[in-house]
T-cell receptor, first 111, second 113 residues
Framework: GESVGLHLPTLSVQEGDNSIINCAYS??????FIWYKQESGKGPQFIID?????DKRQGQRVTVLLNKTVKHLSLQIAATQPGDSAVYFC??????????FGSGTKLNVKP | DAGITQSPRHKVTETGTPVTLRCHQT?????MYWYRQDPGHGLRLIHY???????DKGEVSDGYSVSRSKTEDFLLTLESATSSQTSVYFC????????????FGSGTQLSVL
């Protein structure tokens, strides 16, 4: 499988601060990327996606940035809330709709 | 969970026994996936299907087989379960074209003793 990794396995932030979760991917042919949130005991939930023809995409309180030059993806969460505490995964589609996931980053939001 | 049902939700079995996990969808999506999730490894693709009777291997397919005889069902079989296959198994579905997001089921916790 392709290598999709995360720089920080655990991230702790204060409630109200902005969070940034990073992801590196290895396949320059990957053309579609997704961020997922997973709460304990549940399946991953879709947060936001981005195609390779875009550099940035915004959702509600979340922004995904894609830097194809250095093969880097980031998820920014504005005004982080306790409900944002979870594990976050990035995924890439690099091989005919086969999606490969990173090992995840745990986000802890301190009140 | 986007019309995805995994069964069973929990299973305990013994080494060497066959095990079949079922994923059922009501979305008429083309693509279906089986992932396993282990601490420190994130989600790893086992097999996926791009249509009825069309399947392909993922990263960790050894010891697993799949079948898809109709659009709504994707079965994962462990022919002879081993302790290393103790894991949480997730089914996912995706739409009719490429580059569409995956929707996940609630998972099956499998323990092989």
């Amino acid at each position: 499988g392709e290598s999709v990794g995360l720089h920080l396995p655990t991230l702790s932030v204060q409630e109200g601060d902005n969070s940034i979760i990073n992801c590196a991917y290895s396949n320059s042919a990957s053309d579609y990327f997704i961020w997922y949130k997973q709460e304990s005991g549940k399946g991953p939930q879709f947060i936001i996606d981005i195609r390779s023809n875009m550099d940035k995409r915004q959702g509600q309180r979340v922004t995904v940035l894609l830097n194809k030059t250095v093969k880097h993806l980031s998820l920014q969460i504005a005004a982080t809330q306790p409900g944002d505490s979870a594990v976050y995964f990035c995924a890439e589609n690099s091989d005919f709709n086969k999606f490969y996931f990173g090992s995840g980053t745990k986000l802890n939001v301190k009140p | 969970d986007a019309g995805i049902t995994q069964s069973p939700r929990h299973k305990v079995t013994e080494t060497g026994t066959p095990v079949t996990l079922r994923c059922h969808q009501t979305e008429n999506h083309r693509y279906m996936y089986w992932y396993r999730q282990d601490p420190g490894h994130g989600l790893r693709l086992i097999h996926y299907s791009y249509g009825v009777k069309d399947t392909d291997k993922g990263e960790v397919s050894d010891g697993y087989s799949v079948s898809r005889s109709k659009t709504e069902d994707f079965l994962l079989t462990l022919e002879s379960a081993t302790s290393s296959q103790t894991s949480v198994y997730f089914c996912a579905i995706s739409g009719t074209t490429t580059n569409e997001k995956l929707f996940f089921g609630s998972g099956t916790q499998l323990s092989v003793l």
